[in-house]
């Protein structure tokens, strides 16, 4: 079973990649985030005629999850559980989409920027990370056995290996303390990093800015991770980060993040 994870920044100006990243690493599912759309909108057909289910949240042209699988999709569930709001009036975001494929329960997760130290951004994407610890936590408290897959754009380096430069994002989200903490925490209630084995750093990035020549620079970020139960862990022979799909005229600023499971 092949599962990936990607950032990729408007579905519908990607479709057509998309639909290559499915066939030439022969996925059975892909999880997608920030796709920017709302449900009517996202580009389903090409998806159906590839032989694809899709699960999707999108509420606007921001944010947006989604689920595409040749396996089925049972259970499809909108936001975990405790998913905190954001804004006064608090608005619910579309940053979390779940659903069991094959007996494991896949979550595209895109957690919150945070924009900036100190802003109430911030202290959102802390909460939100908290309760997904703490739903997280659940789960295998009521299935120690749980396969369970968490990824997707984390907007977290968790160690000072996944930036180019330490200096450059000091004081900058993504790297604090308490984002890192976060992190952590989640690893720490059971979920391992499955891909980091497989692509250990420094200098090993999912993520380049557009600007300033990041990506021929190889100035990027580790932000997107695959983190899985005890016994999803134990399924994992490969992983791998797909680099050559940053490359070339309409590529998305992230890269597929690639798990096989026997």
Known sequence: MRIATWNVNSIRSRIDRVV???QRHDLDVLLLQETKCRDDQFPVLPLS???????????????GVAIISRAGLDDVEVGFPGMPAYGDPAVSEARAIGATVDGVRVWSLYVPNGREVGHPHYAYKLDWLAKLRDAAQGWLADDGDAQIMLAGDWNIAPTDDDVWSVEFFEGKTHVTAP??????????AGFADLVRPYAPGPGVYTYWDYTQLRFPKRQGMRIDFALGSPA????VTHAEIDREERKGKGASDHAPVLVTLD
């Open 20 to 22: 290559e990243v499915l």
């Open 179 to 188: 984002e890192r903490a976060a992190f952590r925490a989640v690893v720490d």
């Open 232 to 235: 999803l862990a134990e399924r």
């Open 49 to 63: 005629a590839a032989g694809y289910d899709v699960a999707m949240h999108g509420l606007n042209q921001w944010n």
